[in-house]
């Protein structure tokens, strides 16, 4: 089988990432994590340790896209007001008008997202989900395209709040932002010495090699590509896997199983493929479902976790050939 992607459409995603390369060093993962979100049209949730450079990968993304970007600092005293918007009184035309909040956007940042309170966390899932916003009874459409990024620390640091599990569903992905290893390391800090500008994106060479109508372009030829019945089979024994499992007490969820297939078909995708193969799906099951699990507490004691438990489903569910 080949493939009908016109070639032009994913040379674009793949200036991209690219261009995000040339501000930050490794990172794959995450990278190509943010660039299937964008064919998804879904949202990612970033997460690691402070310094890793994750408000940098946003950032870079944001410059190599012709998309309007906006970054919200998430703190414990944000209102959800402050982000989707509120009614301001006017007192010319003595009426409320409504001020739109930074949601109204192509690319949101909502950096450190677990440092507010759930009330504001819960601001963004309409938004999320139904990409508007109802405010005192008016429904107002977000900009397509729209897509929410969202950093977190690992929540066992202080000041954070744990995202509610509607919220968490809502993200297509979890990206893991994990610390450099010592020639990664060795290669920022040579990018520093030579005056690398972490600030200034422009000065280090990012520019914007995709636009709208280059992603949309993509996200129709992504929904376009085929799986076989045996796939999607697979994908279902995972799923149903997680919710047996005895080590969780939440298993995943249908919208899981979806997920898990538009992100293996924007895999096959990149890699120039017009159909999906198990190893697809299993490329992305980490990413896809390590937010869509709970475990049990007693298997959190026996030292368990999310990470090593999805493994061990991926290598007792059977493949299709």
Known sequence: MTTSTPPAARDALAGVRNEIGKAIVGQDAAITGLVIGLLCQGHVLLEG??????TLLVRSLGASLQLEMKRVQFTPDLMPGDVTGSLVYDSRTADFTFRQGPVFTNLMLADEINRT????????????????????????????PFMVIAT???VEYEGTYTLPEAQLDRFLLKLLVPLPGREEEVEILTRHSQKFNPRNLTEAGLRAV???????VAQGEVENVQAAPEVLGYIVDIVQATRTSPSLQLGVSPRGATALLATSRAWAWLNGRSYITPDDVKALAHPTLRHRVQLRAEAQFEGVNVESLLDSILSTVPVPR
């Open 152 to 154: 977190q620390n690992p």
């Open 49 to 54: 340790v402070p310094g890793v450079a994750k």
């Open 117 to 144: 309170p759930p009330k504001t966390q819960s601001a963004l899932l309409e938004a999320m989900e139904e990409r508007q916003v109802t405010v005192d009874g008016r429904t107002m459409p977000l900009p397509d």
């Open 210 to 216: 995709a636009s709208a109508a280059d992603l949309h």
